[in-house]
Structure formats: C-alpha cells, structure tokens
C-alpha cells in the first residue's frame, strides 16, 4: 500500500526560508504527477506547484518565483523550496502524488509570523 510522508514544516519569520519534503513508500512505479498543495484556515485547498515526468513544472501566481519545486524519481520523492516566506503562506501544506489515482499525504503545518 502506498503511503506518503511529509517533512520539512515548521514555523519561520517572514522572509525566511523551508523545504518541504515528500516520500512514497510501498510504491514500484514512478508516479506521473508529483505536487503540492495547501489550505489555509477558512479557504479551500489550493495548487502551490506541480511536476510531471517529463518536467514540466506549474505554479500558483502567488508563489512563483520564490518556490521552487523538484522531484527525484528514484526515491520517489518530490521537494518544495520555499524562500521569502510570506505570512499568507501560512497554511497546512498536502503532498499530491498521481498514478492511475491520487494519493495526498497527511499534510504539515506551515506558519509564518513574527
């Protein structure tokens, strides 16, 4: 059974900096989108960044240019660096993997303040 596990989050200041990290286990494919997502307290779950196997990447309006995300095939992991942390950013962070379904991790806490 496939099962996705997050690390990374945490509480930081603004302007500062995260990463985000996220594992398949139990997994022999590569899966074909590999992303994340967030949900801030009181709005619906957005897109924050999303990568396919062949590359290509998408990211929301509001992050681009200070997220960055990768993807390692082989261990089946996907990545998300966050710089210039803003206090909208703040939100519950989901991993977002795909093959044939969809599989979401159980989501870490991201916190930006003061």
């Known amino acids: 059974q496939v099962q996705l596990v997050e690390s990374g989050g945490g509480l930081v200041q603004p302007g500062g900096s995260l990463r985000l990290s996220c594992s398949a286990s139990g997994s022999s494919f590569t899966f074909y989108y590999m992303g994340w997502y967030r949900q801030a307290p009181g709005k619906e779950r957005e897109l924050v960044a999303i990568t396919t196997t062949s590359g290509s990447l998408n990211y929301a309006d509001s992050v681009k240019g200070r997220f960055t995300i990768s993807r390692d095939n082989a261990k089946n992991t996907v990545y998300l660096q966050m710089n210039s942390l803003k206090p909208e950013d703040t939100a519950v962070y989901y991993c977002?993997?795909?093959?044939?379904?969809?599989?979401w991790g159980q989501g870490t806490q991201v916190t930006v303040s003061s």
């Open positions: 977002y993997f795909y093959f044939r379904r969809d599989y």
